[in-house]
């Protein structure tokens, strides 16, 4: 494996998530908000470039496209639901909401992280397939 190839896949997967994240972390400004983002893809940029490195057997076991597509939906969705519940939960403006935010986005990071580079994703899908007895 290439370190280029695995940059490339940590730049896109890392800007990617904190773009999403940065954006629905409560902001008043808009400078305020480019930090939310230029922040969380600091932090997942070189997360996912080490989950790449460390899991390049297991990311291209599988078609790349499909492991970016299983990280793009639950990201998304475990995004959305956790980042939303909290500012349901804080309010969307203070330090408390935007810390608990932040806290959202780094355990939805965290089950993206276990679904695509940890084998969550086929676990999952393993026992969707035992409990509805799909051959």
Do not use: K
Not at 47 to 73: E, H, I, K, S
Not at 101 to 125: C, E, K, P, Q
């Amino acid at each position: 494996m290439s370190r280029a190839l695995a940059l490339s896949w940590a730049i896109g997967l890392g800007l990617l998530a904190g773009s999403i994240a940065g954006t629905l972390v409560p902001a008043t400004t808009s400078g305020q908000e480019l930090r939310h983002v230029v922040g969380l893809t600091l932090v997942f940029v070189p997360a996912v470039y080490v989950m790449v490195r460390r899991r390049w057997t297991y990311w291209t076991a599988t078609n790349g496209y499909l492991r970016f597509a299983v990280y793009l939906l639950s990201f998304l969705v475990t995004a959305g639901v956790l980042m939303v519940l909290s500012v349901v939960a804080f309010g969307a403006s203070g330090p408390v909401a935007t810390g608990a935010t932040f806290l959202a986005a780094a355990v939805a990071f965290s089950i993206t992280a276990w679904l695509t580079f940890y084998g969550g994703a086929d676990r999952l899908w393993a026992e969707l397939i035992d409990r509805t007895d799909i051959e």
